[in-house]
Nanobody, 117 residues
Framework: QVQLVESGGGLVQPGGSLRLSCAAS????????MGWYRQAPGKERELVSTIISGGRTNYADSVKGRFTISRDNAKNRVYLQMNNLKPEDTAVYYC???????????WGKGTLVTVSS
């Protein structure tokens, strides 16, 4: 099992920045990819960004150039730096970890990001 705990959400004005953090614990050696997803009210959960074991990253088109994913292997943490936030970025952001082999997904409980003036 893998446990994921997100932090760093909150209320921010348009154009502002936030950094989300995801702390992973448990059988983390089985994980080969981590990422962030988000779900806005009335919408389906969508991919925001992922980072795989080799360090390769992937971003949704809507956040390219504004968001940056990174990880600290020593601290078992993944971060999402979000700059130039827009109202349409408002959502609950979920940390995801994917197990190597069978691709099983683990999820955190989410952290709310609200972008509003």
């Amino acid at each position: 099992q893998v446990q994921l705990v997100e932090s760093g959400g909150g209320l921010v004005q348009p154009g502002g920045s936030l950094r989300l953090s995801c702390a992973a614990s448990g059988n983390i050696f089985s994980i080969n990819a981590m990422g962030w997803y988000r779900q806005a009210p009335g919408k389906e959960r969508e991919l925001v960004s992922t980072i795989i074991s080799g360090g390769r990253t992937n971003y949704a088109d809507s956040v390219k150039g504004r968001f940056t994913i990174s990880r600290d292997n020593a601290k078992n943490r993944v971060y999402l730096q979000m700059n130039n936030l827009k109202p349409e970025d408002t959502a609950v952001y979920y940390c995801n970890a994917r197990r190597a082999g069978d691709g099983m997904d683990y999820w955190g409980k989410g952290t709310l990001v609200t972008v509003s003036s």
